[in-house]
């Protein structure tokens, strides 16, 4: 299995309010009912305060490396990624588990 973690951190004034970082969560809330590779799938808000907190985060699980490249394919992840491409930057880690 691979863990599949995002963090997301929104640019310069966005606000979790603005309706671009809402509509940029709400594509990813159900990705796990149209991606058949995701084995696990969680995302939300940071509930902290922190300055070195990220905003969003997201915790999957794919089968393999094969399963992770269809997942980053697929369509509806492709969607969610254009859409925070327009409003925040990311950093990722896969690791095997």
């Known amino acids: 299995m691979i863990r599949h973690l995002v963090l997301f951190k929104l640019n310069d004034g966005i606000a979790k309010d603005d309706p671009r970082a809402i ?11 149209e991606i ?3 084995r696990f799938w969680e995302c ?3 509930i902290t305060d ?3 907190a990220y905003d969003f985060a997201i915790n999957s699980a794919v089968d393999d490396t094969d399963a992770l490249q269809r997942y980053l394919d697929h369509p509806a992840h492709q969607a969610g990624v254009a859409l925070w491409r327009e409003i925040a930057t990311w950093v990722i880690a896969d690791y095997a588990f």
Do not use: F, V
């Not at 509509?23 to 009912?33: I, S, T, V």
């Open 23 to 33: 509509a940029a969560a709400k594509a990813l809330e159900g990705l796990d009912n």
């Open 36 to 38: 058949p590779e995701l």
């Open 44 to 46: 939300d808000w940071n």
């Open 50 to 52: 922190r300055p070195i």
